[in-house]
């Protein structure tokens, strides 16, 4: 069972900047597109950012593009969220997914594996 857990949310000011990481666990994380998700309250979760297995290939959401980085470490089994010039919309709960032996998705329902959800919120 893949076991996935976000950290480095928290409250930042607009303008500011966010790390989150994802460590995932019980899996070979490097057979996994990883995702990262997020969802507002009142709205449906909606695609933020992917990566692929070998960290070749990454897409963005066009309202993150620019001001997001996804990475990851096969290493350390961990990926990441880097999230600059934060806008107070951007304030939702982030989920990191795992796609098992599968290519990159922007849909929610292809994903097999998901993490708990880490907050950020980003005052005005």
């Known amino acids: 069972q893949v076991q996935l857990v976000e950290s480095g949310g928290g409250l930042v000011q607009a303008g500011g900047s966010l790390r989150l990481s994802c460590a995932a666990s019980?899996?070979?994380?490097?057979?996994?597109?990883m995702g990262w998700f997020r969802q507002a309250p009142g709205k449906e979760r909606e695609f933020v950012a992917v990566i692929n297995r070998s960290a070749g290939s990454t897409s963005y959401a066009d309202s993150v593009k620019g001001r997001c980085t996804i990475s990851r470490d096969n290493a350390k089994n961990t990926v990441y969220l880097q999230m600059n010039t934060l806008k107070p919309e951007d304030t939702a709960v982030y989920y990191c997914a795992a796609r098992v032996f599968s290519g990159t998705s922007f849909d929610t329902r292809s994903y097999d594996y998901w993490g708990q959800g880490t907050q950020v919120t980003v005052s005005s």
């Open positions: 019980g899996g070979a994380f490097s057979s996994y597109a």
